[in-house]
Nanobody
């Protein structure tokens, strides 16, 4: 079955950086777009970033554009989220996701989810 296993995250001070990783197994990683989402306490899960199968095309939520970078290594079946200039409002559980398409389009729903990773940014 498809599995997405996340690592990274933790506690960081405002202005700091963190990197999240997500390794996928059970499907052909190089054929699928990948994404990251987050869910803050008491709020809905929201889109953060996505990357097409080739790694060339990326999409970002306005709230993270210029601070977060999504990337992928198809040889390692891994997608990354590099987070910089972190703010307290970035505090959330972050989820990686895979889609049933090679490229991301607005409001595309993921096919599978990772287990979630807590990111806490202190002020």
């Amino acid at each position: 079955q498809v599995q997405l296993v996340q690592s990274g995250g933790g506690l960081v001070q405002a202005g700091g950086s963190l990197r999240l990783s997500c390794i996928m197994s059970g499907r052909a990683f190089g054929y699928a777009a990948m994404g990251w989402y987050r869910q803050a306490p008491g709020k809905e899960r929201t889109f953060v970033a996505a990357i097409g199968r080739s790694g060339v095309v990326t999409n970002y939520a306005d709230s993270v554009r210029g601070r977060f970078t999504i990337s992928r290594d198809n040889a390692k079946s891994t997608v990354y989220l590099q987070m910089s200039s972190l703010k307290p409002e970035d505090t959330a559980v972050y989820y990686c996701a895979t889609y049933n398409r090679p490229t991301y389009v607005d409001n595309l729903q993921p096919a599978y989810w990772g287990q979630g990773t807590q990111v806490t940014v202190s002020s």
